[in-house]
């Protein structure tokens, strides 16, 4: 079974700008989760989607966004982005509740902003 | 607000054991997950527990105290390949899961 996929890999912008990243999730999941990481930090959560409704959000500016598709792919945006965006977001998919305790991350999006 | 609290370095010696502790502070909870995370690679799970006592996985065990909101991950036999960083996540009343800032395990020969 293919693991969790992201696209792209690596992003550089310039402050202003706009990005979107993609995420596909394990075939069968339905859940998708989205966390930023900057270094020496843990994960800070950014929100959650389930059969394409947001089910949980954290606090984020409302510059970050989300959504997801009918086949549980799923994408962030992030508008006018500022220099402090820089950092891995990580896409990760799961089992529906209550068997969520067991989240399967893709290896990420660097983006770097200038 | 919710918390967890983590040691963020923790060295040993290859072959040795290792014990990192978590304690955590949220509204409901379910469980306590640990994962593992390499420099420039992604989380991976190693273990969940959502009632008291140790769970042991190989050369890895996690254990779990609910009325003293305290948990750790035990590493045994320590390798090189152990290297990396652990983070402790807790699932709340919403089946969110709220992460500790994570350990750095630093592994000498």
């Known amino acids: 079974k293919a693991g969790v996929t992201q696209t792209p890999r690596y992003l550089i912008k310039t402050r202003g700008q706009q990005v979107t990243l993609s995420c596909s999730p394990i075939?069968?999941?339905?859940?998708v989760s989205w966390y930023q990481q900057t270094p020496g930090q843990g994960l800070q959560f950014l929100f959650e989607?389930?059969?394409?409704?947001?089910?949980n959000k954290g606090n984020f500016p409302g510059r970050f966004s989300g959504r997801q598709f009918s086949n549980s792919r799923s994408e962030m945006n992030v508008s006018t982005l500022e220099l402090g965006d820089s950092a891995l977001y990580l896409c990760?998919?799961?089992?529906?509740?209550?068997?969520?305790?067991?989240?399967?991350f893709g290896p990420g999006t660097r983006l770097l902003v200038l | 607000g919710q918390s967890l609290e983590q040691p963020s370095e923790v060295t040993a010696v290859e072959g040795a054991i290792v014990q990192i502790n978590c304690t955590y502070q949220t509204s409901g909870f379910y469980g306590l997950s640990w994962y593992q995370q390499h420099d420039g690679g992604a989380p991976t799970f190693l273990s969940y527990?959502?009632l008291d006592g140790l769970e042991e996985t190989g050369r890895f065990s996690s254990f779990l105290s609910r009325s003293d909101s305290y948990g750790y991950l035990l590493l045994q036999e320590l390798q090189m390949k152990d290297s990396a960083s652990y983070f402790c996540?807790?699932?709340?009343?919403?089946?969110?899961?709220?992460w500790g800032a994570g350990t750095k395990l630093i592994i000498k020969p």
């Open positions: 527990n959502a």
């Open positions: 075939s069968g999941h339905r859940s």
């Open positions: 990760a998919s799961s089992l529906p509740r209550p068997n969520q305790e067991t989240q399967y």
């Open positions: 996540a807790a699932q709340d009343s919403n089946y969110q899961l709220i």
């Open positions: 989607y389930f059969s394409e409704t947001q089910r």
